[in-house]
């Protein structure tokens, strides 16, 4: 537990900033919404990376599972000291790479949401259900997969349309080069991860 904590954790700085909003899924299904209606407060948390990823190679070596998901549920929420983490299932739509056999997993990201607030880090923001994700993940112990952080998931961005990075992410050394610049589409992006693995 507590080596899964510190690598979720690595270097979170508790400087949080507070206003109103929340994210949602869009109404094309599946794909991530980055809007913030009123009526919930939203406290962001900024994080320091105890790593970031220049190339899918550099991801896919950290890897475990590699595979377009579907949120279909945020199943429970952990309090570790002054830290709130959502645990989601996700099914498996789509694998490229993974040490076992996999339909659903558990994803576990730091921050939660109620009816009234949302707790996320401002650059790797909670998934939601009915959302479509090309993660790159590993393993925890207890059997939840963790994603590389904002570099290690890529938001679906609708049936023909490319899967593109986080917005706001602006981090140096990350993906954000002209290797992915615009988003990338399915097909590539699975074959990048793919001869990556190889």
Known sequence: MKKRISA??????LCAAMFTGCSQTSAEEGVPSFDTPSGVK???IS??????????????????????????D???????????FTISTANVLETVYSTEDVETVEIYQTGRRTDTELIQIAEDPLMNEGEKWFIFARRNEDGTYTILGPFGRFAYGGEGKPFTWLPDITMEGTLESEELS????????????AAAVE
């Open 74 to 84: 945020e199943e429970r929420v952990e309090q570790h000291e002054s830290l709130y």
């Open 47 to 72: 994080a320091s990376w105890h790593k970031s990823y220049n190339s899918i190679e550099a991801l896919a070596a950290d890897s475990d599972l590699i595979a377009l998901v579907e949120i279909t």
């Open 8 to 13: 979720v954790c690595a270097g979170l700085m």
């Open 42 to 44: 939203v406290q962001n």
């Open 182 to 193: 615009g988003g990338v589409v399915l097909d590539s992006l699975q074959a990048k991860a």
